[in-house]
Nanobody, 115 residues
Framework: QVQLVESGGGLVQAGGSLRLSCAAS????????VGWYRQAPGKQRELVAE???????NYAESVKGRFIISTDNAKNTVNLQMNSLKPEDTAVYYC?????????WGQGTQVTVSS
């Protein structure tokens, strides 16, 4: 069973930055698709950013130009650099790895942006 463990969440003022990291118990390149999702209270979980093997990235419109997804294969991590944070970015952030029909999730990390 592959484990994903997120870290880096916390409380930040609007306009600030945070860097989330997701450590995998297996090789990151073994997942053709890795991504970050978030879920705010009372809302459905939504895609924030994903990285597809070959270097293709997809971002939610609401975070384009502010967030950057990357991987560090030497450390087996998937990272999310979040800049110019807004109160509406407040949510629990989850990392995700997909390989065919196999999907694995981390336990989530809370990000709170104060106005």
């Amino acid at each position: 069973q592959v484990q994903l463990v997120e870290s880096g969440g916390g409380l930040v003022q609007a306009g600030g930055s945070l860097r989330l990291s997701c450590a995998a118990s297996t090789s990151i390149p073994s997942f053709p698709i890795v991504g970050w999702y978030r879920q705010a209270p009372g809302k459905q979980r939504e895609l924030v950013a994903e990285l597809i093997s070959g270097g293709i990235t997809n971002y939610a419109e609401s975070v384009k130009g502010r967030f950057i997804i990357s991987t560090d294969n030497a450390k087996n991590t998937v990272n999310l650099q979040m800049n110019s944070l807004k109160p509406e970015d407040t949510a629990v952030y989850y990392c995700n790895g997909r390989r065919g029909l196999y999907v694995t999730w981390g336990q989530g990390t809370q990000v709170t942006v104060s106005s």
